[in-house]
């Protein structure tokens, strides 16, 4: 049998948690690449949640039903019953897809006299099927690939022995949610980094998707991204309403993703942090068959993939309705897509390359002046550089609204004018290839927003009011863009920023600097006169 922790019944702490549980990815690197190990460790770490969430509350029906006077037998019947933890939105974990039960089998299991020696792969592949099975919200969703040929069987056993040390469970279920999501996410940032430039097909750096949330605050309604990765836009929003004391079940959940491992991870990752999402059944191309057609979102924040070369176009695409984009450059496919989703009264925000904002190839001037008159644009904001470690491209996110005009959304009438931010000069290094925004930094420009819309925040608090800001924020009428031949770049709007008075009369400073240069002189030499010293000692 699996050895288990003396105390495996007390919550794991969210340091032990992610150690333990990168050391486990970390078994597997030697045998296969950064892409293949993630979708086993995920896999595991998603079975591992679902199997300690189901006896948790297997455990309270337990508890429950003995303080009610029930005899076990009784008890053990209405545990069985499926609905007793759908109904408390745990999965149904058969019996032989519990981790109980793989890790007392792991090193292998022979079901019946006569029938061949099962492999631990083999138990975990048919578990993943087994959950599916049971829970449709599931299908299609999980991983079997454990008992492929590249997958080392001992290594396997390894993980779950080292996976049975660690436990998801604590504080009721929403704590054992928590704590699974913050490691999934964690994982989802690991194996980005390790993947390099393909990492950024299924994750947004943190700070990029909070930009997008605390900004739009989608608190109600249809929320969708075209574009979804690993679902980290649905996931920091569901965080936005539990920092609001909210339920994310205030919120309906739409995404499109290309990729199916990626449309796969984003599954799981909806499914860890109880966000019921319309994904469809399967995988596809939002250019070559939108799977939500008819779709009206409240809500839209994405980050498609930039400049995209090859794409499927459809020239009398009714998405196309400023013009149609270049069949070498999908933007402008993506930002046309984005604007025909949002509702009367919806708003978006959407990653994009810088190079959007001023692009007039292909026709892209034409279409961007169109949604300018259109009066769809409400801010730009321009980010810093080195937020993604999969591509040194500079980004910036266009945010749209339906309607500016007072009391949707905001306070203050904003019809004809566009808010330019620009943020470039945020951030802070994390270490030599990638920035990350502080609290602060992303405080600072959503808070701008909200003072230009006069947006009362979640908690009910008023703004204050809007200025102008030299250097970061300016409101610019419709005429003055248009002047501009409709660019949108913020660093053309903003201008420099203040720069305080030096009071020091200039021929004081004069003064006082040419003393400080002469006494720097004087150590000049004064130092080159002592390395002569030392060579001649040398010699």
């Not at 950064?34 to 455990?59: C, N, P, T």
Request: charged content about 25%; aromatic content about 10%; some cysteine.
């Amino acid at each position: 049998m699996a050895k288990v922790k003396a105390d495996a019944n007390a919550p794991t702490s969210m340091k032990e948690l992610k150690d333990t549980l990168w050391k486990a990815a970390d078994k597997l690197r030697g045998s296969m690449d950064a892409s293949q190990y993630k979708d086993i460790i995920l896999g595991l770490v998603f079975l591992k949640y679902v199997s300690d969430a189901f006896e948790e509350r297997r455990g309270q029906i337990f508890a429950e039903l003995e303080a009610e006077g029930y005899e076990v037998s009784a008890i053990e019947e209405i545990a069985a019953d499926p609905d007793e933890y759908l109904g408390s939105g745990v999965f149904w974990v058969p019996e032989q897809a519990r981790w109980t039960f793989l890790a007392q089998n792991a090193k292998g299991f022979t079901p019946a006299p006569g029938e061949a020696e099962q492999s631990i792969g083999e138990l975990v592949d048919a578990a993943m099927e087994m959950i599916m099975r049971r829970n449709p919200s599931l299908q299609g969703t999980l991983p079997r690939i454990f008992n492929r040929d590249n997958v080392d069987q001992r290594r396997l056993r390894e993980l779950v022995d080292l996976f049975n040390s660690s436990r998801f469970t604590g504080e009721g279920q929403t704590k054992a949610r928590d704590l699974l999501g913050e490691v999934y996410e964690y994982f989802l940032e690991k194996f980005a980094k390790a993947e390099g430039k393909r990492g950024g097909e299924f994750y947004t750096p943190a700070g990029v998707v909070r930009v997008l949330v605390e900004m739009l605050e989608p608190d109600h309604g249809r929320v969708y991204d075209p574009a979804c990765g690993s679902g980290g836009m649905f996931v920091q929003a569901e965080k936005f309403l539990a920092s609001h004391n909210r339920e994310g079940s205030e919120i309906s959940v739409f995404g499109q993703e290309l990729n199916e491992r990626t449309w796969r991870m984003a599954k799981m990752n909806l499914a860890i942090h109880g966000l019921h999402g319309n994904l469809g059944s399967r995988w596809g191309d939002t250019f070559a068959r939108d799977i939500h057609p008819d779709l009206q979102a409240d809500f839209v924040m994405a980050n498609p993939p930039f400049n995209i070369k090859d794409w499927v176009r459809n020239e009398s695409d009714p998405r196309w309705r400023f013009g149609v984009p270049p069949k070498n450059n999908a933007n402008y496919a993506w930002l046309q897509h984005i604007v025909s989703k949002l509702a009367p009264g919806g708003s978006g925000g959407v990653v994009m390359a810088n190079g959007s904002m001023s692009s007039n190839s292909g026709g892209e001037g034409e279409i961007r002046a169109q949604l300018v008159e259109a009066d769809l644009v409400s801010c730009m904001v321009a980010l810093p550089t080195q937020l993604f470690r999969s591509t040194a491209i500079p980004v910036c996110v266009w945010f749209f609204a339906k309607d500016k005009s007072a009391g949707k959304g905001g306070s203050v009438d904003r019809r004809g004018q566009v808010l330019f931010l620009d943020a470039r000069g945020m951030g802070h290094m994390v270490d030599r290839a990638e920035r990350a925004l502080s609290d602060e930094d992303i405080a600072k420009i959503a808070s701008t927003f909200h003072s230009w819309r006069g947006k009362v925040d979640a908690d009910g608090v008023e703004p204050a009011p809007y200025e102008d800001v030299p250097g970061f924020a300016y409101s610019a009428p419709i005429d003055e863009i248009k002047a501009a031949d409709y660019a949108l770049t913020p660093g053309r709007y903003v201008g420099a920023a203040a720069v305080e008075e030096d009071a020091e009369p200039l021929e004081a400073k004069l003064a006082r600097l040419t003393d400080e240069l002469e006494t720097q002189f004087a150590e000049s030499e004064r130092l080159a006169a002592v390395v002569r010293e030392q060579l001649r000692r040398v010699k």
